[in-house]
């Protein structure tokens, strides 16, 4: 049994790692918007096209890393992502002019659909339900802790270094990620036959019947609107910053950072949050409120430290709601967990991307205070049906 708990933990870090160095990628983009357009003398929301092209490939891929996880095992998909992610953040540090930036990233974004969902699945086949929520705050923890370093270093980069060396330092995060997950593999049975394309028509039926079933409808729903209104104001908060307060894109990122803060207040804790708040509900309220009041704090305040207490409390209710929905996630569908968290992801980001979209046309005309307040009423609305879902369990 103690073997088993350290195979376990020792799984969690490596896939940490990865899930580390994947959200890094991910967010390093948020504060590098400004100087791109000006670098390839474009508009900043005409840039954002880098965050919204990996959000899109990231979704749609999640459709077909799903039944690999299922059939391949989870680890072993999760370290072909992994390699590929390193072979393509070269490739983008490299890339000449926006398309081709563009492109890449949307490359980068399809690479790493295969990483955090399926480490969550895997979590969900090795772990209990009643230690799950606590297992998955840990990968959270690493998770949250990449996005803190992928803000603070992608606007770092991009003032001092050169955006271009922080896809290159990325790509040799991932190479090191990839090289762990190989030793660890090494020890794992042969993998099987690969799928055929009945395997692929086989999965699209049982996705097809997995969406009859109201619970799992209900919890995508409310996944992609969460990714809409969240993540697509989450893109523009460092530019927010930098237009609102006249921080550099350096010190935008920097207090981005304590989005990730709170986050980690809430993912180290996790156990003794949901205690204190008397369960999933009491975690669901509490997250919508303060997700409430960190955006209207971020839109209307004229004082750096009130946005930097806004970029605080909106990371620490985010986390604590979202990771509440990946528990759902976990749970809709049993039988095929690997497929059922696959979706859940493939919501969560074409709806990221969709908020995107929106958030573009803002920031451009100077509407970005409205546009966040009108997130934080969306989040209102949609806590209030995420608590009646999660009462329903």
């Known amino acids: 049994?103690?073997?088993?708990?350290?195979?376990?933990?020792?799984?969690?870090?490596?896939?940490?790692?990865?899930?580390?160095?994947?959200?890094?990628?991910?967010?390093?983009?948020?504060?590098?918007?400004?100087?791109?357009?000006?670098?390839?003398?474009?508009?900043?929301?005409?840039?954002?096209r880098v965050v919204s092209a990996f959000a899109v490939a990231y979704g749609v891929?999640?459709?077909?890393?799903?039944?690999?996880?299922?059939?391949?095992?989870?680890?072993?998909?999760?370290?072909?992502?992994?390699?590929?992610?390193?072979?393509f953040s070269a490739i983008t540090s490299m890339a000449s002019d926006l398309t081709l930036l563009v492109v890449m990233r949307a490359f980068m974004g399809a690479a790493a659909?295969?990483?955090?969902?399926?480490?969550?699945?895997?979590?969900?086949?090795?772990?209990?339900?009643?230690?799950?929520?606590?297992?998955?705050?840990?990968?959270?923890?690493?998770?949250?802790?990449?996005?803190?370093?992928?803000?603070?270093?992608?606007?770092?980069a991009a003032e001092h270094l050169g955006w271009r060396s922080a896809f290159a330092a990325v790509s040799a995060l991932f190479a090191i990620a990839a090289f762990m997950l190989w030793r660890k593999l090494r020890h794992l049975p042969a993998p099987t036959a690969a799928a055929g394309?009945?395997?692929?028509?086989?999965?699209?039926?049982?996705?097809?019947?997995?969406?009859?079933?109201?619970?799992?409808?209900?919890?995508?729903?409310?996944?992609?609107?969460?990714?809409?209104?969240?993540?697509?104001?989450?893109?523009?908060?460092?530019?927010?910053?930098?237009?609102?307060?006249?921080?550099?894109?350096?010190?935008?990122?920097?207090?981005?950072?304590?989005?990730?803060?709170?986050?980690?207040?809430?993912?180290?804790?996790?156990?003794?949050?949901?205690?204190?708040?008397?369960?999933?509900?009491?975690?669901?309220?509490?997250?919508?409120?303060?997700?409430?009041l960190g955006l209207l704090l971020l839109a209307w305040a004229h004082q750096p430290v009130w946005g930097m207490l806004g970029c605080l409390a909106t990371g620490f209710g985010f986390y604590m709601l979202h990771n509440t929905l990946q528990v759902q996630a976990t749970q809709m569908a049993p039988a095929s967990r690997g497929t059922a968290v696959t979706l859940f992801a493939c919501l969560l980001f074409f709806g990221q991307s969709s908020g995107v979209l929106l958030m573009a046309a803002s920031v451009d005309r100077g509407w970005l205070p409205a546009a966040f307040s009108l997130a934080a009423l969306g989040v209102a609305g949609l806590g209030l049906a995420i608590s009646r879902l999660v009462g329903k369990h």
């Not at 890094?24 to 840039?47: I, K, N």
């Not at 891929?61 to 390193?86: E, H, I, M, N, T």
């Open 113 to 156: 659909a295969g990483i955090i969902p399926l480490s969550m699945a895997w979590i969900g086949d090795q772990v209990a339900y009643d230690r799950r929520q606590e297992t998955l705050a840990k990968l959270m923890g690493y998770t949250v802790t990449g996005m803190m370093a992928g803000l603070w270093f992608g606007g770092f």
């Open 1 to 48: 049994m103690t073997s088993v708990k350290q195979s376990e933990r020792s799984s969690l870090r490596v896939m940490g790692l990865a899930g580390f160095a994947s959200m890094a990628s991910m967010r390093m983009c948020d504060p590098m918007l400004v100087v791109l357009g000006q670098e390839f003398q474009v508009s900043t929301g005409e840039a954002s």
């Open 197 to 292: 394309a009945s395997s692929f028509i086989a999965y699209f039926a049982s996705t097809l019947q997995m969406l009859r079933v109201p619970r799992v409808r209900q919890v995508l729903t409310v996944t992609a609107i969460e990714g809409a209104l969240v993540f697509g104001a989450m893109a523009f908060i460092p530019t927010h910053l930098h237009q609102q307060f006249g921080m550099s894109v350096v010190f935008a990122g920097s207090v981005m950072m304590l989005y990730g803060v709170g986050g980690l207040f809430y993912s180290q804790l996790a156990r003794r949050w949901l205690g204190w708040l008397g369960g999933e509900r009491g975690l669901v309220k509490t997250g919508t409120a303060s997700i409430v």
């Open 61 to 87: 891929l999640q459709l077909f890393y799903g039944p690999l996880g299922d059939r391949f095992g989870k680890l072993r998909v999760v370290s072909l992502a992994v390699l590929a992610c390193a072979v």
